[in-house]
C-alpha cells in the first residue's frame, strides 16, 4: 500500500479510504507523530487499528500537533480493503461505520496503553492517558479525499489569563496564567502585519525540501467576558512551531518589550534567533479542518501535494 499517493474509495475490489474525526488530550502524549517506547496519538491509534484488522495500518493527519498540544477537530485517514470494511461489524447489526466508532471507543478506553506494556513510561502514563482520545465519526471519504493535502485550512485557538481574577483552576490545563497583564490591541496590531501569503520562515522550525510559505488567513486576540484572552489563528497550513512562535512574538509585543511593528519586521527579515519566543504547548488546541465540496477533493489534493513540492514557494 502506498503512503504517498494512497488509493481512493473503490467499490469493485479496491482499497476503501476512511475517513475519521477524533479529539485527544494532549498532555499525556509526546505529540502526534509514533515515536519508539513513548506515547504518541498516532502510535496509539495505529495500535487501536491494527487490533480491528490484525494488521499494521498507516494514519494520514490533517495536522501534526507537537507533544502537549491538544485537538477538539482532528482528522485523519486510513486504507482498508473491502473484507475488511465489511468485516468490521463481526455479525453484529451494525454497519461497518458504527462497528469502527463503537470498537475504537472500546478499545481506546480500555486497552490505550497496550502497545507501552514494556515502555519505562507505562506506569505513569496509563492512567494519565484513559479518555484522553475519542473518535467522533468515521465514514467512507469521497473519491481523492487526503486528510492532509484535500484541507482548505486548519484553525487554532490559544488561551491566556494575564489577570489574578481570570486564573480559573479547573481550565489550567489548557491556559497559560501570565505573570502580568498583556494590551491585546497591541497584539491584534502586531498580528494584521502577518496575515496574507507569506515567507514564515522566521517562525517556523522548517523541514528539510519543504517550504515555509503559508496564507495565514486570521491572527487575532479577543478578551473575554472572563477576562481571558484567546487567539485565534487560521492558514492553509502551519509550519512546526509555527503557532506557538507567532502566539509567544505577539505576546512579548502585548508586555511592552517590543513594538507592535516587530512581529513584521521579524517576517521579512527571515531569519529563527534567540529573540524569538515559543509560547508554551498546554493551552494550544486544532479546532477545526475545513474541506472543499466533495467534487473538489481529488483536485485540491493534487494542486496543495504539488505547492508543496517546490522549494521556496
Not at 502497545?115 to 473518535?135: D, F, S, Y
Request: charged fraction near 25%; include cysteine; glycine fraction near 8%.
Amino acid at each position: 500500500m502506498s503512503i504517498e499517493r494512497p488509493a481512493v474509495p473503490s467499490l469493485d475490489g479496491g482499497l476503501f479510504r476512511v475517513r475519521m474525526d477524533l479529539s485527544y488530550d494532549g498532555a499525556p502524549f509526546y505529540g502526534w507523530a509514533v515515536q519508539d517506547d513513548l506515547p504518541t496519538v498516532q502510535g496509539i491509534l495505529e495500535a487501536a487499528l491494527a487490533v480491528l484488522v490484525r494488521r499494521p495500518v498507516r494514519l494520514t493527519v490533517a495536522g501534526r500537533t507537537d507533544s502537549g498540544v491538544h485537538a477538539r477537530g482532528q482528522v485523519v485517514h486510513f486504507d482498508l480493503t473491502g473484507p475488511e470494511w465489511e468485516g468490521l461489524s463481526r455479525g453484529a447489526a451494525l454497519t461497518p461505520e458504527e462497528a469502527l466508532i463503537r470498537r475504537m471507543r472500546g478499545i481506546l478506553n480500555k486497552d490505550l496503553t497496550m502497545p507501552l506494556r514494556k515502555a519505562k513510561a507505562a506506569k505513569r502514563a496509563i492512567h494519565a492517558m484513559e479518555g484522553a482520545i475519542t473518535v467522533h465519526s468515521a465514514e467512507l471519504a469521497p473519491e481523492g479525499f487526503d486528510a492532509r493535502f484535500s484541507a482548505l485550512w486548519r484553525r487554532y485557538s490559544y488561551r491566556i489569563a494575564d489577570r489574578e481574577a481570570s486564573r480559573d483552576p479547573l481550565t489550567r490545563s489548557v491556559t497559560l496564567w501570565h505573570d502580568f497583564a498583556l494590551d491585546e490591541h497591541r497584539m491584534n496590531a502586531a498580528a494584521d502585519a502577518v496575515l496574507g501569503m507569506k515567507d514564515f520562515l522566521s517562525f517556523c522550525k522548517p523541514r528539510t525540501g519543504a517550504t515555509t510559505v503559508r496564507e495565514l488567513q486570521e491572527f487575532s486576540f479577543l478578551r473575554r467576558p472572563d477576562g481571558v484572552i484567546e487567539a485565534h489563528l487560521q492558514a492553509d497550513a502551519f509550519c512546526h512551531n509555527m503557532v506557538r512562535s507567532l502566539v509567544g512574538g505577539a505576546m512579548l509585543v502585548g508586555a511592552g518589550d517590543r513594538r507592535p511593528e516587530w512581529l513584521g519586521e521579524r517576517l521579512l527579515a527571515r531569519i529563527r534567533d534567540s529573540k524569538s519566543l515559543l509560547a508554551p504547548p498546554h493551552p494550544l488546541i486544532l479546532e477545526e479542518v475545513r474541506y472543499p465540496a466533495l467534487a473538489y477533493m481529488r483536485e485540491r489534493a493534487e494542486s496543495t501535494r504539488a505547492r508543496r513540492a517546490v522549494p521556496g514557494f
